[in-house]
């Protein structure tokens, strides 16, 4: 054997005798057996000399015990080597090997391994004979070289897709990391092992999305087809699933579909028709699936984030369905606040932190300075119920305090917060998202909150009553703040609630985020109640208004993508005038760019508003009436759009007059739609009567009496 062959031993301390052995006997046979034995304090970083020992050595054996992954250091050198290993080659077990100690194999999570790369431990005693077992294989990645060897190792791939950014730093979750990994790649052999699906559910503020981000980003290589991002959280399925209009929530996945794709050339010519509109959703995903059809497919990520409750369950499970991964090689994972099962999906529940996680995570912007700083540090940890969202805010607080003794400042401020008596009324209100541990998280909230300046408090709680876990535009936030004046307060504002960690940025900074439990907590934390509320809404409705000016222009369709999501959210909420107009304009944009159902929808929710708040003869509900009967014609609904405008006629003609131009706009509305039913007669009469009145009052010349010339001409 040319040169000393390396293996890296990770193990639990549980273990150290028996794995102590088997190190000398390598020792013994010409192999540099590398075995830790420092203690790893669990507010350190992972180690340097441990990652670069893992990278100097030629396989890395997990000695995986019972205990093995409830450390997350032993799961971050496992994980380490698999990627170190997974750069070299598809066949992960060449260089990473699991020794399993115990009588069964239930507690190992390691992933795409299969039997081939498990190995049993030497009877006591015996070390040395089972070493020479391994040689052969040790020598046969000499000339490979160490795990870190960059020589022959394949292009290290991130997600071929845009992907949310996720957190700056991530603390622990190796366990759930290797345990999705572990249920992505169940150990069965060829097509069994295909069209896997994962859900990962919890309370909320667990990181869910958070936990998905992360897999997608460190184990993207298992993945060469890509990763697929698609966000749904603007979905809200009780608006349509309790009537049965499946196809609302097609729709949906449609539009996460080409908000994921849009960028890539090859696959975005799948989901457009001859005139660059978007495809029918069923066609959509036939299409997607006959891209990666194929045994010899390369595997692919499909994650599906934000999933609401989706109820009754029988359409549950036919949506859920028609969203996950369309194509054989493809995996899916989902993430939900929703812990009821569902069909096809293997689930994963995310609890809270483990102890020494929500530490580092309390920890990491600033460490306790002594050992009673660090008790009272894990007191904290232990009031907030190892929650990360509460942590998270709670350790920038830390960071950003100027008190001598930060922790000590930030329980006296939570002990404060938590005697006062609306924290109990929240705390009961959000128990079912927070667990018995509620007041306290409730109390970091308003700790965090409680920092803030009038500004941000002010656009903390303009973003709170925009649409959570989705893109807020940055212009329509500084809209809704105030005038251009205020523009350097807005954007001191929006750079404090970032470093709070309040929003999230999103799309290079010209887009935020809020979890929804941060909208929730804020607008109680910060008492708004339904009128103070409404007021807010109406600000971001006023402000949507003015940037949907364009929303009928083709051209702006991926301008103004994100603000149309937002006028979804409010005009679906809002029972406003401003929230009508609102869902008008969000109609205008869908049918402009082809996508007619989504259109229809929105168009069937602000018209059935609009008559109930304005009565059947009122403007607005005439022209939501119009708009729909626009749309409806568009997809050849010709008896629902001439039902509609007919209506509208005879309203016109009854409030209006024969002669008002918008009666004569809804005669040759009405004939055009006849001609399209072939009732020629019935659009000539129409015609010829609205082209007399125009030729009389406008003249022969006007371009209002040439448009209906042509028409007629037709």
């Not at 991002?229 to 949906?252: K, M, V």
């Not at 119920?385 to 920038?396: D, S, V």
């Not at 656009?459 to 523009?487: E, K, S």
């Not at 001191?492 to 909208?519: C, F, K, M, Q």
């Amino acid at each position: 054997m040319n040169g000393r062959p390396k293996v890296f031993l990770s193990y639990r301390r549980s273990e150290h005798a028996r794995v102590l052995a088997v190190k000398q006997a390598l020792d013994g046979a010409g192999v540099d057996a590398f075995l830790d034995t420092e203690a790893i304090d669990p507010l350190d970083d992972f180690p340097k000399r441990i990652a670069q020992a893992i990278g100097a050595s030629h396989v890395l054996l997990a000695w995986w015990s019972r205990d093995y992954a409830e450390s997350d250091h032993c799961l971050a050198e496992f994980k380490l080597g698999w990627q170190h290993a997974r750069r070299h080659g598809p066949n992960v077990g060449r260089r990473v090997w699991v020794l399993n100690p115990e009588t069964g194999a239930g507690h190992v999570t390691a992933g795409e391994l299969d039997a081939s790369n498990f190995l049993r431990p030497p009877a006591p005693g015996a070390e040395a004979a089972w070493v020479q077992t391994l040689l052969p294989r040790l020598a046969d990645l000499l000339p490979e070289g160490p795990l870190d060897d960059e020589r022959g190792a394949l292009a290290a791939p991130g997600p071929q897709h845009p992907i949310p950014i996720g957190a700056e730093h991530f603390v622990g979750r190796n366990a759930e990391l290797m345990r999705i990994h572990s249920l992505t790649h169940p150990p069965k052999i060829g097509d069994a092992a295909r069209d896997v699906a994962v859900r990962t559910h919890g309370l909320g503020g667990v990181g869910k999305t958070e936990l998905a981000l992360q897999y997608a980003r460190q184990f993207c290589a298992a993945y060469p087809g890509g990763v697929f991002w698609l966000n749904l959280a603007s979905f809200e399925p009780e608006r349509y699933l309790e009537a049965g209009h499946i196809e609302s929530g097609q729709a949906a996945w449609a539009d996460a579909v080409m908000k994921c794709l849009g960028q890539d050339e090859v696959l975005r010519a799948r989901l457009l028709d001859t005139e660059d509109k978007p495809l029918p959703p069923a066609t959509m995903r036939a299409r997607i699936a006959a891209h990666f059809d194929g045994k010899h497919s390369p595997a692919f990520l499909w994650v599906l984030d934000n999933v609401p409750t989706l109820l009754p369950e029988d359409l549950r499970d036919e949506l859920l369905a028609f969203w996950r991964a369309p194509g054989a090689t493809g995996r899916t994972l989902l993430t939900t606040r929703d812990g009821a099962a569902m069909t096809g999906f293997q689930p994963l529940r995310l609890e809270v932190l483990g102890g020494e996680d929500a530490l580092r995570l309390l920890a990491l912007h600033r460490r306790p300075a002594s050992t009673a700083e660090r008790q009272v540090a894990e007191s904290l940890v232990e009031q907030l119920g190892c929650h990360p969202q509460a942590l998270t805010l709670l350790a920038r607080w830390i960071a950003m305090a100027v008190a001598d003794q930060p922790y000590a400042s930030a329980a006296a401020s939570i002990k404060e917060a938590g005697a006062l008596a609306h924290i109990e009324t929240i705390a009961s209100r959000l128990a079912d998202q927070l667990g018995d541990k509620a007041r306290g998280i409730v109390a970091a909230f308003k700790t965090s909150i409680a920092a803030l300046d009038a500004d941000a408090k002010e656009l903390l709680a303009l973003a709170a009553v925009c649409g959570p876990n989705a893109a807020i535009p940055r212009g329509l936030l500084g809209a809704a703040f105030g005038p251009a004046a205020r523009a350097d307060d807005c954007a001191l504002a929006l750079d404090h609630l970032h470093r709070r960690g309040l929003l999230t940025e999103r799309s290079g900074g010209e887009a935020a985020e809020i979890h929804p439990l941060v909208a929730e907590a804020v607008l109680l934390l910060l008492k708004f109640d339904e009128a103070a509320r409404g007021r807010l809404e109406d600000r971001v409705v006023q402000a949507l208004l003015g940037r949907l000016d364009q929303a009928a222009q083709p051209k702006m369709r991926d301008q103004l993508a994100n603000d149309v999501g937002q006028a979804l959210h409010l005009a679906l909420r809002c029972e406003s005038e401003g929230s009508v107009r609102l869902g008008l304009r969000a109609g205008q944009y869908f049918r402009a760019n082809g996508r007619f159902p989504q259109a229809a929808r929105i168009e069937r929710h602000v018209l059935e508003k609009s008559r109930r708040l304005f009565g059947d003869e009122n403007p607005i509900t005439l022209a939501a009436m119009n708009n729909l009967a626009s749309t409806l014609l568009a997809q050849g609904d010709l008896a629902g759009a001439l039902e509609l405008q007919k209506s509208v006629l005879a309203t016109q003609r009854r409030l209006l007059g024969a002669e008002h131009p918008h009666t004569l706009t809804s005669m040759n509305n009405l004939a055009e739609t006849l001609r399209a039913q072939g009732d020629l007669a019935g659009a000539l009469e129409l015609q010829q009567s609205a082209l007399a009145t125009q030729r009389r009052l406008l003249g022969e010349d006007h371009p209002d009496t040439l448009s209906p010339m042509n028409n007629l001409a037709g």
